[in-house]
């Protein structure tokens, strides 16, 4: 695993909603790179971009037409090796986002798909024989009748995604369209990707976010087809690009290890009850204090001891697929939730706006495929100057509509008030980096984490130096057995925690790092 994972703290950017150069409304690649001494003076030393390839846009960019071009409203190939060059400078690790499990219908390979006679990409998607029988693989159905071909194509979520063919676990031999993982076809895709991966890595990226990771290999319920694929495209990488770094989008760190990432995210499906902590009706870190962290710590534990510390799990405050962390979260809950999220093992990821309290906003139309999520990826607030500092563009051009409050937060305002959130994550972030022990690699022992209860407790270890970290959400002080000697104290939000007797009280809505 590359190094530099180990103190890793990344920065989420939706490309075409942080900065806007040439005011057509949409973020670029040069605005990326003028705001990346912001993101390093915050403290973060990895970018992950989303999606940034030429796209005609149904899904944000996530429906590829060409993996090695990237999209014009963003810049150039040039402009994009220009970024990785002046984060390379900053000290600044880059992700790109890498979407293999179906590109668009504009894909200049589906386009051949379509063709009824044979050719190299005949099998580069799931293609049944006969266009009435319905694949019945994929998260979204199928298309049907768009073509000379007989047969209905798989698609991925939207209509507009058909499913690359990366082959069977258990092929169907009454169904001879069902090729296994070593046929002709599906090993051709994975050529396909690594060639996409190579092309990348050799202008400059340091590795890979990947979207949907274990949706790869169809009829494949225990994953075994989808771990071995990645497992072949991993020798690749080990040979020719070692020091790439791959993140999945996968929710079940076990199997996304084995397959050979370097990180998983807990994501807010799947079994790492994730929601239950910032975003359901009762949040754990809501001051409300009817939230339950219980379940996600037993399901981290079982992951910890599955995983035997082979890679990173990532906690991350928020993405371009779910509510703003404020949506439900506000004033020092924040604060607090921020403790947790840069005191946890694993590489954090925070999104883009998160650490100055950016707000979802509500009842926009969708844009791009972006329905619900949308009010999650409105521009970024830099200031109090037309478009908040996003863009020239007339208000009417933007990609999507700003926060209408007139106070919305900004980096400027955040970055002007001494006891601001932008401040708090800021010392946080810089606390984690001076204490190994904090880091991606420190262990972790939780200490309270009781059902329905308040706070929550455990201590991060890495050689001799033990750090307990102590997070009360809670509006009142609550009490929980522990016989640790509280040493110095190397953060405090909020009073001190006192020991007495046994016990040590941790005063309301406060997070408290301690050497023991």
Known sequence: ??????????????????????????????????????????????????????????????????????????????????????????????????????????????????????????????????????????????????????GAVAVNFFSNQPALNYGFYQPDPEKPWQQSIDDEGPQATIAAMEDVMRFWLGMGCDGFRVDMAESLVKNDPEKKGTIRVWKQIREFLDKEFPDAAMVSEWGDPQRSLEGGFHMDFLLEFGTSHSNDLFRCKEPYFSSRAKGNIYDFVESYKENCEKTAGKGLMCMFSGNHDVDRLARHLHGDELKVAFAFILSMPGAPFIYYGDEIGMRYVEGLKSVEGGYNRTGSRSPMQWDDSTNAGFSSAPASD?????????????????????????????????IRQSHKALQSRGKITFVYAEKNAYPLAYIREAGDEKILVIINAAAEAKTFVCDAELKEAIYNFGAAAEVKNGKITVPAQSAGFYRI
């Open 1 to 150: 695993m590359s190094k530099w994972l180990d103190n890793a703290i990344f920065y989420e950017i939706y490309p075409q909603s942080f900065k806007d150069t040439n005011g057509d409304g949409i973020g670029d690649f040069q605005g990326i790179i003028e705001k990346l001494d912001y993101i390093r003076e915050l403290g973060c030393n990895a970018l992950w971009i989303n999606p940034c390839f030429l796209s005609p846009f149904g899904d944000a960019g996530y429906d590829v037409a060409d993996y090695c071009r990237v999209a014009p409203r963003y810049g150039t190939n040039e402009d994009l090796k220009q970024l990785f060059e002046e984060a390379h400078k900053k000290g600044i690790h880059v992700l790109l986002d890498l979407v293999p499990g179906h590109t668009s219908i504009e894909h200049p390979w589906f386009i051949e798909s379509m063709k009824a006679d044979k050719n190299p990409y005949t099998d580069r998607y799931i293609w049944t024989d006969k266009v009435w029988e319905s694949p019945e693989v994929s998260f979204g159905g199928s298309l049907r009748g768009i073509s000379e071909r007989d």
């Open 398 to 430: 933007l990609y999507i509509a700003m926060d209408p409050d007139k106070d919305r937060p900004t980096a400027k305002k955040e970055m002007a008030a001494p006891d601001s959130l932008y401040h708090e994550v800021k010392k946080l972030i810089r």
